[in-house]
Nanobody, 124 residues
Framework: QVQLVESGGGLVQAGGSLRLSCAASGRTPSRYAMGWFRQPPGKEREFVAAMSWSGIRKDYADSVKGRFTISRDNAKNTVYLQMNSLKPEDMAVYYC?????????????????WGQGTQVTVSS
């Protein structure tokens, strides 16, 4: 079983920045892609960003391109999401997940149980 623990959320004014972290533990694959997702109030969970094990492949949702940056520290089994120029529409609970296949992250075909998420609130 894989455990995922997200942190770093909070309340920020529009235009501000936050850095989210997600630590994976338990029975993680030897090499895996990681990604971020979010669920705005009253909406479905959606893909935000993905990164391959090597870091060579990255992908972002169009709505966050140029504002969000995904990174990871494989030694710590941790993925980060630097969020700049935050907008009220970025407000959501943010989750991470992982999979052996990069494309499964982008297509939200993830297999690990979801963590509790971290709340991001953006005030206008």
């Amino acid at each position: 079983q894989v455990q995922l623990v997200e942190s770093g959320g909070g309340l920020v004014q529009a235009g501000g920045s936050l850095r989210l972290s997600c630590a994976a533990s338990g029975r993680t694959p030897s090499r895996y892609a990681m990604g971020w997702f979010r669920q705005p109030p009253g909406k479905e969970r959606e893909f935000v960003a993905a990164m391959s094990w090597s870091g060579i492949r990255k992908d972002y949702a169009d709505s966050v391109k140029g504002r969000f940056t995904i990174s990871r520290d494989n030694a710590k089994n941790t993925v980060y999401l630097q969020m700049n120029s935050l907008k009220p529409e970025d407000m959501a609970v943010y989750y991470c997940n992982l999979d052996r296949e990069f494309d499964n992250i982008v297509r939200m075909r993830v297999l690990s149980p979801w963590g509790q998420g971290t709340q991001v609130t953006v005030s206008s």
